[in-house]
């Protein structure tokens, strides 16, 4: 790759803006003044509370045909704290080449991935300046936070205002031993409990007259860990449900706990609910005779977006750009995309090899910028053209 690659020194750029969630450093801004530049109607939205407020930036460019189709790029500006800073090989806020590599907090997730966007966008637009379909942006610095004032506000206030979206890329990596071997057309839901196991705290050697919450609970924990909550689909493996962390106890060895509380997760398909799954651990739990108290969060319910034109453009471009044949998948975490499936019927998520994302020394292969790139604008050309 040249030096004087823009997608490279666009993501230099915003490397070295210290965009620690939910402070976006000014990336939004430079990106904003670039879309100004080709005609985009560029929107700052701020949300949250005072001295945390989380920035995000809606900016779209009108096609020249009313009826055409709207494709948006989405992505988050904000990166993960960096961790100590003494086991960085080099100041994860300062771009360093390494072995071909591009070292910096943000390289794979995701500062590449907008960089290659813009840029992509940029060639598309020179290239074809009455493009039919229009083109959008949707940036937050709130992915890697809370997830309450980002995505999930700019998507409610697209519905408010009645915009349109059809087709969405987000740039998450998504790549895992080249890239474009994977892009992720869903993601499972994400249920999280907080368990608490009321007992009755006594000295260990008189257990009569004290109730062991960890003796109670053992059985319905036997009968949650070998439940099958579903089959899963063709799209999503069997929802999964895990224990995190189980607390009892005093301290002292010889007093049997009062209470027993335990976090557990569900990864869930779309083949089970939030309420089926709390319905049937609450069904288990009182068939136990347990005495207890459940919170539940709801981190995300899954979405999935069916093979379909955006599948369809994404996958032939990667395989035009990269000679590799894709792979859809609905592995991983949670991402913004379950806020945009709500506004948007298909949400492809594609972006560079997320093998270092969120250690020390993430990186980029500084060779596959401008493939991801291209990768962009390819799908632009078949889609809104």
């Known amino acids: 790759m040249s030096p004087s690659s823009r997608t490279l020194q666009l993501t230099e750029a915003l490397i070295s803006r210290r965009s620690v969630t939910p402070d976006d450093g000014g990336c939004q801004a430079l990106i904003a003044e670039r879309l100004t530049l080709l005609d985009f109607e560029c929107t700052t939205l701020m949300y949250g509370p005072e001295g945390a407020q989380v920035t995000n930036l809606w900016a779209v460019r009108r096609g020249s045909s009313a009826s055409a189709k709207l494709l948006a790029f989405a992505g988050h500006t904000d990166v993960v704290p960096t961790g100590p800073l003494e086991q960085w090989r080099s100041d994860p806020f300062v771009p360093s080449h390494r072995d071909g590599h591009l070292f910096g907090r943000g390289a794979a997730d995701m500062k590449t991935s907008i960089a290659a966007m813009v840029v992509a966008v940029e060639e598309f637009v020179a290239a074809q300046p009455a493009h039919k379909g229009s083109i959008a942006f949707l940036l937050t610095s709130d992915e890697e936070g809370p997830s309450v004032d980002g995505t999930v506000k700019v998507c409610e206030w697209l519905a408010a205002s009645g915009e349109r979206l059809d087709y969405c890329v987000v740039g998450e990596p998504t790549s895992v031993d080249a890239l474009g071997d994977m892009i992720k057309n869903g993601r499972r839901g994400t249920l999280s409990g907080k368990l608490k196991v009321i007992g009755v705290q006594g000295h260990i050697a008189y257990p009569h007259l004290a109730k062991n919450p960890i003796h109670l609970v053992a059985p319905a924990m036997t009968e949650l860990v070998g439940t099958r909550w579903d089959e899963g689909n063709a799209y999503f493996p069997p929802t999964s449900w895990q224990m995190s962390n189980i607390h009892a106890g005093t301290g002292a060895s010889n007093v049997i706990p009062g209470e027993l509380v335990i976090d557990f997760n569900f990864r869930f398909s779309t ?115």
């Not at 594609?350 to 790139?373: M, T």
């Open 271 to 385: 083949e089970s609910s939030p309420q089926s799954l709390k319905d049937r651990v609450h069904g288990v739990l009182d068939r136990h005779g347990l005495k207890y108290e459940l919170a539940w969060t709801l981190g995300g319910e899954p979405f999935l977006t069916p093979i379909g034109e955006l599948s369809a453009a994404l996958s032939q471009a990667i395989l035009a750009q990269t000679g590799v044949k894709t792979e859809l998948s609905t592995t991983g975490g949670t991402s913004d995309g379950r806020f945009i499936a709500k506004i948007c019927p298909q949400v492809i998520e594609f972006g560079p090899l997320n093998a270092s994302i969120h250690k020390i020394d993430e990186c980029v292969a500084v060779a596959s910028l401008d493939p991801l790139k291209n990768i962009y604008r390819d799908t632009l050309e078949r889609l809104l053209t």
